[in-house]
């Protein structure tokens, strides 16, 4: 049974960075593609991008200027970076596996952009 | 890019009620389209995949049709716990797109 479980910080001030990580468990990182998903407060789903082991990358055009995913084999991790963020970028963030369906998901983390 | 188009927005049902929601692409993306439930406060469920295809252990109430640009969402007879959102998405060159979802509700 795949496992996945975001962490990183809640709050980020704008114009700084967003770091998080998905820790995988129940399966090697080397198995799937991995994806980061997003969903602002009471709005729809956004998929931001998706990677491979081998490094296969995809990002989603309207954010690939400011995000950076990438891999961790020696942990299990993936992990994401948005740069310079605004209000917008205000959401809950889902790690999940795959990158044509999203199989497994993990419980998100809220991430708010506020000084 | 591909835009999906999810309709309704949202619906009122009752239980036992049949409930259909649709998908339709800008272009065509053959078969793959996907479908998800999420309830609030909760990471989305695949529910089918590849237009059709049941995932492991969802009942068989929930139905998915459709190829090309026009796709369907069924379920058969609506339960108390699949009141929800539902969301479409799509996997065609390289990149993935989530239509904007239905909420089902009482």
């Known amino acids: 049974q795949v496992q996945l479980q975001e962490s990183g910080p809640g709050l980020v001030k704008p114009s700084e960075t967003l770091s998080l990580t998905c820790t995988v468990s129940?399966?090697?990182?080397?198995?799937?593609?991995w994806s980061w998903i997003r969903q602002p407060p009471g709005k729809g789903l956004e998929w931001i991008a998706y990677?491979?082991?081998?490094?296969?990358?995809n990002y989603n055009p309207s954010l690939k200027s400011r995000v950076t995913i990438s891999v961790d084999t020696s942990k299990n991790q993936f992990s994401l970076k948005v740069t310079s963020v605004t209000a917008a970028d205000t959401a809950v963030y889902y790690c999940?596996?795959?990158?044509?369906?999203?199989?497994?998901w993990g419980q998100g983390t809220l991430v708010t952009v506020s000084s | 890019d591909i835009q999906m188009t999810q309709s309704p927005s949202s619906l009122s049902a009752s239980v036992g009620d049949r409930v259909t929601i649709t998908c339709q692409a800008n272009?065509?993306?053959?078969?793959?389209l996907n479908w998800y439930q999420q309830k609030p406060g909760k990471a989305p469920k695949l529910l089918i995949y590849?237009?059709?295809t049941l995932e492991t252990g969802v009942p068989s109430r929930f139905s998915g049709s459709g190829s090309g640009t026009d796709f369907t969402f069924t379920i058969s007879s609506l339960q108390p716990e699949d009141f929800a959102t539902y969301y479409c998405?799509?996997?065609?060159?390289?990149?993935?797109?989530f239509g904007g979802g239905t909420k089902v509700e009482i």
């Open positions: 990677i491979y082991y081998s490094g296969i990358i």
């Open positions: 998405q799509q996997y065609d060159n390289l990149l993935v797109t």
């Open positions: 590849g237009a059709s």
């Open positions: 999940s596996s795959g990158g044509e369906y999203f199989q497994n």
């Open positions: 129940g399966a090697s990182i080397t198995s799937y593609y």
């Open positions: 272009q065509d993306i053959n078969n793959y």
